[in-house]
C-alpha cells in the first residue's frame, strides 16, 4: 500500500439525486501515467477534482504519499494580468524564484516569451505556460483535464510530445482525464475505461510499449480497437 | 515618371513618410474637430447677422472674452473651490462605495442583508435629498460635500458588485488549487479581475458627482462654478453662463482624461475591441 504515490476510493459521489460515481478503486504509482477515458459528462472530470481536493463532498477516501499536486486544466486560465513568467510563479505571489520560471519557460519552448501578456499567445502557447505552471511547484502528480481538448491536432501531438518528456525528465507522474482515444493509449502506462453514468471504471487497458512510443505503432491500433468495443459496450458510443 | 524619381535627392522617401504617418493621427484628431467648429462658426455668423439677439446668444468670440475677464478676475476662485468640493465627495462617495461592494460582491451573507437596502436608497432619485441635507446639515460645505458623495456613490458601488460577480469562476478556481486565503484570494485574483468594472464605476461616479456639484453650487453658494451660473443668470449674463459651462465641461474632461489615463496604464493587458478602425 505505501509504495503508491495516491490512493483513491470513491463509493458514491452524487449530485443533488443523480449518482455520478461509483465504486472507483483508483492507484496511481510514482512516474506512472494513467488515463481515464470516457464521453464528456461522465464524470471523470469530477474524479480528479476529487483527486485534487477541490471536491470535499464525496463517499470515499483519499491516500495520498505525493508530496505536490499539480492541477493543468482543460482552458489555460492564465491571469490575463499577469505576465507569461508571473503566471508560471502565481503561487509564490510576487517573489517566485526567477531561475526556476527562466528553465521552465525554455523548457515548455516560450523562450524570450517571458514578459508577454496571455492576450498576445496562441491557445497552444497559453497551454504550454499552463504546463509550466502545474510544473512550478515541482509536483509528484500532475493531475490534466482533457489539457488539449481544445487545440488543433498538430498543436496537440506536439503538446503530448512535450508532457511526456516533461513528466520523464521531472519524474512526475501524470493522472489523465481525455476523451481521445489515440491521446489515452499515446501517452498512458494504463487506459481506465470509465461506463456511463454511474460511473465506474469498465475496464483497465495496459499499454505495455516503452517511450518514445511511435503513433503508428500496430499495438496502439489493436488496443484503440479493444477500448472502441468497450466504449461501445457501455453504449457511450 | 520612373526616369524622373532617379534625380530626385536620396533624402525624399524617408522625409515623405514621417509626416504621413503624423497626418494619419491628426486626420483622426481633426475629424473630431470638424463638428464643434463648424457649429461655432455657424453660431458666430448667425449672431453677427443679427438672426439670433445677442443678450440671449451672445457670439462665441464675445464668450472668448468673458472668459479672458473672467480669467483675470475671479474665475480661480471659483474653480478651486468646485474642485476641492468635487474631489472630497467623490472621494468619500467612492471609497465608502468600494468599500461597500467589495463586501456586498464577496460574501451571499452581506449581500442578504444590505442589497435590499441599498436597492432602495438607489431608486430615490438623488437630488430629492438636497431639501432634506440642507435642513440638517445648513447651507454651507457640509451640505454640498454629503450630496456630492451621495451621487458619486451609486455607480461606483453597482459597478464595483457587478464587476466582482463577473469574475470568471475558472480564474477564482486556480487560486482555490492552491489553497489560497480568503485575503490572498482577493489580493492575488479578485481586485486585479475586478479592476475594469471598477474603472467604469470610478469614471461614471466622477461625472455624477460634478453633476451634484453643479446642482448644490446652484442652490445655495457663494462661491463656485455652480455659483458663477446662477449668478450669470441673476444679472442676465448668458455669456458668463456659457463661460462657465465651458469651464465645467474643461474640468470634467480634464478629470474624466486622469482616471482614463490611469485605467488604460493598468489595464494594459485588457484584451478587448478596440472598434473598427477609422476610414482614412
Same mark, same amino acid.
Given at each position: 500500500m505505501t509504495d503508491h504515490l495516491l490512493d483513491i476510493r470513491v463509493e458514491r459521489k452524487t449530485f443533488a439525486s443523480t449518482t455520478v460515481l461509483q465504486n472507483i478503486h483508483l492507484q496511481l504509482q510514482p512516474r506512472e501515467t494513467v488515463s481515464l477515458l470516457g464521453p464528456s459528462g461522465c464524470g471523470k472530470s469530477t474524479l480528479l477534482r476529487i483527486v485534487a481536493g477541490l471536491e470535499q463532498d464525496f463517499h470515499g477516501e483519499l491516500r495520498s504519499n505525493a508530496g505536490e499536486v499539480a492541477f493543468v486544466f482543460q482552458e489555460p486560465r492564465l491571469m490575463p494580468w499577469l505576465t507569461v513568467a508571473q503566471n508560471i510563479g502565481f503561487s509564490a505571489d510576487g517573489n517566485y524564484d526567477k531561475a526556476w520560471v527562466g528553465q521552465l519557460?525554455?523548457? $515548455?519552448?516560450?523562450s524570450g516569451f517571458a514578459e508577454a501578456?496571455?492576450? %498576445?499567445?496562441?491557445?497552444?502557447?497559453?497551454?504550454? $505556460?499552463?504546463?509550466a505552471r502545474g510544473l512550478y511547484s515541482r509536483p509528484d502528480v500532475l493531475l490534466l483535464d482533457e489539457p488539449f481538448s481544445a487545440v488543433d491536432a498538430f498543436t496537440r501531438m506536439k503538446l503530448q510530445d512535450l508532457l511526456l518528456q516533461?513528466?520523464?525528465?521531472? %519524474?512526475? %507522474?501524470?493522472?489523465?482525464v481525455t476523451h481521445d482515444v489515440d491521446e489515452a493509449l499515446y501517452l498512458s502506462d494504463r487506459v481506465l475505461v470509465m461506463d456511463n453514468r454511474p460511473s465506474r471504471i469498465r475496464q483497465e487497458v495496459e499499454v505495455p510499449l516503452a517511450h518514445p512510443r511511435d503513433r503508428r505503432d500496430p499495438l496502439l491500433a489493436q488496443l484503440k480497437a479493444l477500448s472502441l468495443t468497450e466504449l461501445q459496450r457501455a453504449h457511450v458510443i | 515618371m520612373t526616369s524622373k524619381s532617379k534625380t530626385l535627392p +536620396?533624402?525624399?522617401?524617408?522625409t515623405r513618410r514621417a509626416p =504621413?504617418? +503624423?497626418?494619419?493621427?491628426?486626420? =483622426?484628431? #481633426?475629424?473630431?474637430l470638424a463638428v464643434p467648429v463648424l457649429i461655432l462658426l455657424l453660431l458666430e455668423f448667425v449672431v453677427r447677422i443679427g438672426w439670433l439677439p445677442s443678450y440671449q446668444m451672445p457670439a462665441p468670440s464675445e464668450i472668448a472674452l468673458t472668459l479672458g475677464d473672467l480669467a483675470e478676475g475671479p474665475l480661480w476662485k471659483h474653480i478651486t473651490a468646485? #474642485? #476641492?468640493? *468635487?474631489l472630497l465627495g467623490f472621494a468619500i462617495g467612492a471609497s465608502l462605495a468600494l468599500v461597500f461592494a467589495a463586501w456586498v460582491g464577496l460574501s451571499r451573507e452581506a449581500e442578504a442583508w444590505l442589497e435590499p437596502t441599498f436597492a432602495g436608497l438607489r431608486s430615490i432619485?438623488? +437630488?430629492? /435629498? *438636497?431639501?432634506l441635507l440642507l435642513l440638517w446639515l445648513g447651507i454651507d460645505e457640509t451640505s454640498k460635500i454629503v450630496l456630492i458623495a451621495i451621487g458619486a456613490f451609486f455607480p461606483v458601488y453597482l459597478n464595483g458588485v457587478a464587476a466582482i460577480r463577473n469574475i470568471d469562476r475558472k480564474l477564482v478556481e486556480v487560486g482555490q488549487m492552491y489553497g489560497f486565503s480568503h485575503l490572498r484570494l482577493v489580493r492575488r485574483i479578485l481586485l486585479p479581475a475586478a479592476l475594469p468594472g471598477l474603472f467604469t464605476g470610478l469614471r461614471s461616479g466622477l461625472? #455624477?458627482? /460634478?453633476?451634484?456639484l453643479v446642482a448644490a453650487e446652484l442652490i445655495a453658494a457663494t462661491r463656485g462654478l455652480g455659483y458663477l451660473l446662477s449668478d450669470g443668470r441673476e444679472t442676465s449674463r448668458p455669456d458668463i453662463v456659457l463661460a462657465a459651462i465651458i469651464v465645467l465641461a474643461l474640468l470634467g474632461k480634464l478629470s474624466d482624461g486622469l482616471l482614463a489615463g490611469l485605467e488604460k496604464r493598468l489595464l494594459t493587458w485588457r484584451d478587448t475591441f478596440n472598434g473598427q478602425r477609422a476610414e482614412d
Open positions: 519557460i525554455d523548457e $515548455v519552448g516560450l501578456l496571455p492576450k %498576445a499567445l496562441s491557445g497552444g502557447m497559453a497551454q504550454r $505556460v499552463a504546463i516533461l513528466a520523464e525528465r521531472h %519524474a512526475i %507522474a501524470l493522472l489523465l | +536620396l533624402e525624399r522617401p524617408a =504621413l504617418a +503624423l497626418s494619419n493621427a491628426w486626420r =483622426l484628431r #481633426l475629424k473630431g468646485s #474642485l #476641492l468640493r *468635487v432619485p438623488s +437630488l430629492a /435629498w *438636497v431639501p461625472s #455624477l458627482a /460634478w453633476m451634484f
